[in-house]
């Protein structure tokens, strides 16, 4: 496991929105994509904090090599 992919999972997971603002500025972002910063913010708030829990496990099992990365897009 990718020690980023566990830094990415702790700071979606407690932070939620800021922290997909801190990933989507930092070194922490997967080199071509970009985190959906506004999507992990609303969906939370729909969603009662389950989307959070889901892309913090998504940021846990991100791989680049994948087409999709549930809360990234390339780009």
Same mark, same amino acid.
């Given at each position: 496991?990718?020690?980023?992919?566990?830094?990415?999972? =702790? =700071? *979606? @997971?407690? +932070?939620?929105?800021?922290?997909?603002? /801190?990933?989507?500025?930092?070194? +922490?972002?997967? !080199?071509?994509?970009?985190?959906?910063? +506004? !999507?992990? @913010? @609303?969906?939370? &708030? /729909? *969603?009662?904090? &389950?989307?959070?829990? /889901? !892309?913090? &496990?998504?940021? =846990?099992?991100?791989?680049?090599?994948?087409?999709?990365?549930?809360?990234? @897009?390339?780009?």
């Amino acid at each position: 496991m990718d020690n980023n992919n566990l830094v990415r999972f =702790l =700071l *979606t @997971f407690f +932070l939620g929105f800021i922290g997909s603002i /801190v990933i989507n500025h930092t070194s +922490l972002k997967p !080199a071509g994509y970009t985190s959906r910063s +506004l !999507a992990y @913010f @609303f969906l939370s &708030i /729909v *969603t009662f904090g &389950i989307y959070g829990l /889901v !892309a913090s &496990i998504c940021n =846990l099992t991100f791989d680049p090599n994948k087409e999709k990365n549930i809360g990234y @897009f390339k780009g």
